[in-house]
């Protein structure tokens, strides 16, 4: 049997499951049912797959039925998020006495797991990548260069797992309750990259990119040059402010302003324009909580008491950024 993606949203699945119950057993948090709740919705989505086709019967209603019951799942998720389900409990950590003393014996030895995690990556991927035979065998013919990056990857994870629970000498659940503990410390921030995602397809199959460059040619001075650059490389972070992903933003953007006004009204180069728009849309990424990765997530793993610290520190950053890449867009472009 080869190894298969879908393995791996198991085992994302279980973990989630795993967290649910702890979460449900908890009873220092005020909001344990609705927290469980959550995250069990959630490990369930990741559960599923080709199999569970079979529960609701053959053909395409089927699928659409299938379909139907996962979108009901998330609403429901945005329904326990949006009205404060998720909270803190107790995670059975150690004092701050007995972390200090911990990390003065380990020394620079905690450095270890983590750096497990790349560079076990690294090895896994040049291995698969140079000795066809071994992925062969592992994953079976054909190319699988994203499957075998991911399994390399979880590899690594759990022998940072294996490595840092050695070191530390401490219960085999406390990673999963560490797990817990973030999870709950960024909330339904969490699944904002997989909703945004599918945002975007829904976007762009919904054609809002058409008429994006309808209002735009309407109601803005787009014969301007400088006003229809700037129009584009603004709208790319504002997009992106609102959906928290350049990549998803930049199909939408592009199609109603880039390549029916730059390109094809001003005769601009689209290579200087692709370049740059996704620069700008950068810009929109580092002021926003909707790019939870970069901007929640650094602030639960740090512990920071406001979780928008990040935000506010780079949104001057961002500001500046986007309004030198609307003048380098501007004299660039059309070189």
């Avoid at 039925?65 to 009901?72: D, N």
């Avoid at 995690?117 to 035979?133: D, S």
């Avoid at 001057?316 to 950024?321: I, N, S, Y």
């Amino acid at each position: 049997m080869n190894f298969q993606l879908q393995y791996l949203y198991w085992l994302a699945g279980i973990i989630l499951l795993i967290v649910a119950v702890m979460s449900l057993r908890d009873r220092a948090n005020p909001r344990r049912f609705t927290t469980a709740l959550f995250w069990g919705l959630y490990g369930l989505v990741f559960m599923v797959g080709d199999w569970t086709y079979d529960l609701f019967g053959a053909g395409e209603e089927a699928r659409r039925l299938l379909h139907r019951v996962i979108g009901a799942l998330v609403v429901l998720m945005a329904l326990v998020a949006g009205l404060g389900g998720v909270r803190l409990g107790s995670y059975h950590q150690r004092t701050q006495q007995q972390r200090e003393e911990s990390a003065k014996r380990l020394g620079n030895r905690l450095f270890v797991p983590a750096l497990a995690i790349p560079v076990v990556t690294v090895i896994g991927v040049l291995l698969f990548n140079n000795i066809p035979a071994l992925q062969s065998a592992v994953f079976g013919p054909g190319n699988h260069s994203t499957l075998i990056t991911l399994f390399s990857m979880a590899l690594g994870v759990i022998l940072g797992g294996v490595i840092a629970v050695k070191m530390t000498h401490e219960r085999v659940a406390q990673p999963l309750q560490e797990a817990r503990r973030l999870l709950d410390s960024i909330g339904w921030a969490f699944i904002l990259p997989q909703i945004l995602a599918m945002l975007g397809l829904l976007f762009t199959s919904a054609g809002v990119g058409t008429a994006v460059a309808h209002l735009t040619q309407e109601y803005l001075a787009v014969d301007n040059r400088f006003i229809a650059v700037a129009v584009y490389a603004v709208g790319m972070a504002l997009l992106t402010m609102v959906m928290g992903n350049a990549f998803a933003a930049f199909p939408i953007i592009t199609a109603g302003v880039g390549i029916p006004i730059l390109v094809l009204q001003h005769g601009g180069n689209p290579a200087v324009m692709a370049a740059i728009g996704m620069f700008s849309g950068y810009c929109g990424t580092l002021m926003t909580p909707m790019a939870a990765n970069f901007n929640i997530v650094p602030a639960a793993l740090l512990e920071l008491p406001d979780r928008n610290a990040v935000i506010k520190m780079q949104v001057p950053t961002g500001v500046l950024l986007l309004t030198v890449n609307v003048f380098l867009l501007y004299f660039l472009m059309f070189l």
